[in-house]
């Protein structure tokens, strides 16, 4: 008999792409427009070294050892400072728990709210990272079309009321995959539609601090303070390698959360919630933000004008405000796994619109990452995928 | 309608004790032997802060960018070289996988073999964060009773033949909470009843680098290859608050294991894998290892000493060879809760048992840690816990 009899969610968990994108991107010679990374070389390396310097000069053992669930509270208070001056909506370090980044946010959501066979909504396309964490709690995944003007208010509407998923999932600032950014008419419709529905809104912020204009847009969470969570990071302000996120929640909610964190892990990586707060504190992170989004905002332009000047008649895409991604729409009898596969074989990596589409569909999309190449890699790259669209078309 | 319509997992789930323990463990004036910490005043700071520096200068962009889920290649190289040294056993790093601290190897080991209703086996008493992350997964735990010689082996077989659970978790070296270590014919039994059961054994290895005669034991792992995981940590011999453990498993369980550990947070963090593999290339782990382990062997034969010495007739107590806790058992009719309550009124903190018999159980035993408190604080703990008992009495 053999030891390995797997529990039936992992039998239906969709294959990962995520790791064969590292590795894809990692490959000599390849421009990869296919990851999620942030430029590694706006990361401010010399700050958060001095920052280490002087958390464990000061405070190294505490730093060092074990720590509570819920996060360091100077960094809690930190981010909840924020919310207010930023956003203008009410939050404490009581209202906020540490995790390893917002991925982990995605993980004890499914955890605390899905049965198998709960309904859970999300956009179509939808971030892969929330379909690989859900489906392992076997819900029913219900996707809403995502268009220039946000999710398909009627398809959302009708969501809610057929189905009353435990939760919708959707990130209104900069999507993932997709670069769209809801209009704020979207948002406040809908809280109209959830305001007491029983369906919770789960807002991912990732990108929220990435805007090319360097102006806010106020999250669906403050119209609607206790039907929505807020999560958001600083792998994409601050580093990616510190795994730190949190989420802001309301009370019933960040209790069961706080209960599950615990059995998760006991607690995030506390040396770097210790540094980083250190860091926080003696930066203007404003500063440090308005810089990376200005020059995301350049490489997002270069790469649409690229795509309008070298792409073939046909081919559609969206107009990121913000974030790290754009999506582009092939051609009818284009293939993005054909594209794909070429691609790499000319030394350019996309990535498929396929695994986005929870419920089917994407076979004509591609997702580009315009974050972490430069100017001159851009150009050389889309060259290359110019050539190879045009082979296919 | 309200929006916190929580899955039925979250309704099952025992309330938390960890938390907790760390607020009672912080009271001013309380000597705690309650909580389940490393003394940091044994941490190497110094040697940590300069393989920080050195990481940060040299490589820090690596190490603050995003990584993979599988962990710090050579950091796993490091662990695997350790194995193949101190205990024997066959290990390379494609064998293992890093986590955040041996707490995720108990949610993800849940996660990829648990459906609801199947039987997991463990000792009783048994690890309370086990018992936590296990219960979220909604099985049926079933427990062995934990004595001097190990489990129980006729009510080991049994368990085996009669309930065949996914998997039995247990801590042959120095048992949290009992401080039992198994002897070698009862580890050397467990693999034969377990070969070609289908019952796979999860082996947690949090303690097996401090017992006090610096002697390793051979892991169940040794005698049964392909039916054992193991499960360790850097928590205990280097620093907790970095949260880097790891799960060493045959390839079909560590390919689920990724794929659930990528879904749960997309990888660890990567600043300390890197900066624990530089501080590690640099030590003498063993030396620390040898003098950390001397010194909680002196604390734990205080403990012991005053234990027989002041404590009522009718109090037994078990004999740790290494670890970091003992446990108390209270003569019939005392209370453990009682002491618990009776302690922290008079400036001493212990941990009832009952939290740690998922089968019932448990009301006349006491955890006590010995690693965090130096020999003044025990002797003047004990002398209080030996006030509190005989008034019970």
Known sequence: ????????????APASFIDELFRVSGE??????????PDAALIDRDGIARAAGAVMEEEGRCALQYSTTDGYRPLREYIAARYRRRLGIAAEADDIQIVNGSQQCLDLMAKIFLNPGDAVGMERPGYLGAIE???LYEPEICTVPLGDRGPDMEAFGALIHNRAPKFFYGIPNSQNPSGITYPDDARREIARLLDGSGTLFYEDDAFGELFFDGTPRPPVKKYLPDGAVLSGSFSKIVAPGMRI???????????????AKQAADLHSNFLCQVVLHHYLSDTDLDAHVRRVSRIYGERCRTMCDLIDDRLPAGVARTTPEGGMFLMVFLPPGVSSMDIFREGVRHGVAVLPGVPFYAGGGGEHAIRLNFSNADETNIVEGMERLARVVRGCV
């Open 245 to 259: 996120g949190w989420i802001l929640a309301p009370p019933p909610v960040l209790q069961q959360f706080n209960a």
């Open 133 to 135: 964490a859900f489906s």
């Open 28 to 37: 000599p010679g390849v421009i990869s427009f296919a990851g999620g990374l």
């Open 1 to 12: 008999m053999t030891y390995y009899r797997f529990a039936d969610r992992m039998i239906h």
